[in-house]
């Protein structure tokens, strides 16, 4: 999802196909024309006959059926709508590096305890990367997925450098409670909306 260069995503194949040895497909899905043809061109020439890059956005691309589904660096709610397509085709497993978190940070009013902290920018940039991906994670959880977080990049590479990781049990023993931890959290810092609950509420 969001491929770009699609660097990963010949990556990705590669690993499946060469290393694995796995008969696999892989698609990039990517809104510019111009990567989706020079990707194409690439794993043409290099006889990847199981990869192919297709031009579309992230919300509008049918993955039914898909076992392994990885956004990298979709940005804002686009993110949440990778991790929302992963969840609806039942993958086996969702991987989302988030990127640009501007949803929630309009929203955000501080805590009392926390008012002369996160009148400082940077503390608040750093406080809606953090609430929106806790949040991603709990609904990930609630929606049966074993989730991790983990940085997948040295942080001197790149800032951006949180991998979330769902693995699905198809199975949830804690509806009750993790409602309670999004709703609270969501209470705490006056949050009205995230994409990624609506999508599952819809």
């Not at 509806?175 to 599952?200: G, N, W």
Request: hydrophobic share 40%; net charge negative; aromatic share 6%.
């Amino acid at each position: 999802m969001g491929s770009g260069k699609g660097y990963l995503t010949f990556a990705t194949y590669d690993y499946f196909r060469n290393v694995r040895g796995l008969e696999t497909s892989v698609t990039g899905i990517e809104m510019r024309r111009e990567l989706v043809e020079r990707g194409n061109e690439i794993a043409k020439a290099s006889e990847y006959d199981g990869l192919i890059f297709v031009q579309g956005g992230i919300a509008d691309t049918d993955v039914a059926g898909v076992d392994v589904l990885i956004a990298l660096h979709a940005c804002n709610t686009a993110t949440d709508d990778a991790i929302y397509k992963g969840i609806n085709a039942d993958a086996s497993i969702v991987i989302a590096a988030p990127c640009c978190h501007k949803e929630l940070r309009p929203q955000i009013e501080p805590p009392p305890m926390l008012t002369d902290v996160l009148k400082h920018g940077i503390m608040l940039d750093r406080t809606a990367e953090f609430v929106t991906d806790a949040l991603r994670s709990l609904l990930l959880e609630r929606s049966g997925y074993s989730v991790k977080l983990l940085d997948f990049v040295a942080v001197e590479h790149t800032p951006k450098n949180l991998m979330i990781v769902g693995t699905n049990t198809r199975a949830v023993h804690r509806h009750a409670e993790l409602d309670r931890e999004i709703a609270e959290l969501k209470q705490l810092y006056s949050i009205k909306h995230q994409h990624l609950e609506t999508l599952l509420q819809n």
